[in-house]
């Protein structure tokens, strides 16, 4: 285990449901990060988290919500998704001070219908 | 403008031979340059990174170069096997307050046996 665990790996949601994505890590890190990977397209930075403050949000829609309630858990809450949104959504964590490489999770393959 | 160019998209080589995937970008600031590996169904790893006060580091057969006056880096993977092929991300970081990455559109690489 790496260390960053997503749950659950695979999502499939309809466009009326809410549903949450899960990510830990027990690295001691106190930043973590909300990526979106689509195919043909760079990783799309969503949320940063330093210290459980949200410290930058990359013009992502409001229907999706993150939640960091402490420097070891991070949540994307999802509601009202489109198909475009169909995506894997990667977690990532890093020290906050200075500049490190990620530790990503594995991901959670999420599928709007 | 904030996001990085890389090159090629896919490379496929012959066992043995070497691979170069490039990177460029505008930002004077950005002064560390991770590249992961994310191979097929996975999560993306370091694999090597650079900050931008060295020209060069290198790791077994892997290493990266860093032109700081041309805004490029660029990875090198010599003596290429099989277990080489993958999908590979530059990134950069702009330094600041936050320790964000912003990645390049990846490079499919294929080592043929």
């Known amino acids: 285990e790496t260390g960053v665990t997503q749950t659950p790996r695979h999502l499939v949601m309809g466009m009326t449901n809410k549903k949450s994505l899960k990510c830990e890590q027990h690295?001691?890190?106190?930043?973590m990060y909300w990526y979106k990977q689509s195919a043909k397209k760079p990783l799309e930075l969503m949320f940063v988290?330093?210290?459980?403050?949200?410290?930058e949000n990359n013009s992502v829609p409001s229907r999706f919500s993150p939640e960091c309630p402490n420097s070891s858990h991070l949540f994307l809450h999802l509601h009202t998704l489109q198909p475009e949104d169909s995506a894997l959504y990667l977690c990532?964590?890093?020290?906050?001070?200075?500049?490190?490489?990620?530790?990503f999770g594995s991901g959670t393959r999420l599928t709007v219908v | 403008g904030e996001n990085v160019e890389q090159h090629p998209s896919t490379l496929s080589v012959q066992e043995g031979d070497s691979a170069v995937i490039k990177c460029t970008y505008s930002?004077?600031?950005?002064?560390?340059f991770p590249w992961y590996k994310q191979e097929l169904g996975k999560r993306p790893q370091l694999i090597i990174d650079?900050?931008?006060?060295?020209g060069e580091k290198k790791d077994q057969r892997i290493a990266v170069t860093l032109n700081k006056t041309a805004k490029h880096f660029s990875l090198h993977i010599t003596e290429t096997q099989p277990e080489d092929s993958a999908v590979y991300f530059c990134?950069?970081?702009?330094?600041?307050?936050?320790?964000?990455?912003?990645f390049g559109t990846g490079t499919l690489l294929a080592v043929q046996p």
């Open positions: 990532a964590s890093s020290q906050t001070t200075g500049s490190y490489g990620y530790t």
């Open positions: 690295l001691g890190h106190n930043a």
């Open positions: 988290y330093s210290l459980e403050e949200r410290v």
């Open positions: 930002d004077s600031a950005s002064n560390y």
């Open positions: 650079i900050r931008s006060n060295v």
């Open positions: 990134a950069r970081s702009p330094g600041g307050a936050t320790n964000k990455l912003i």
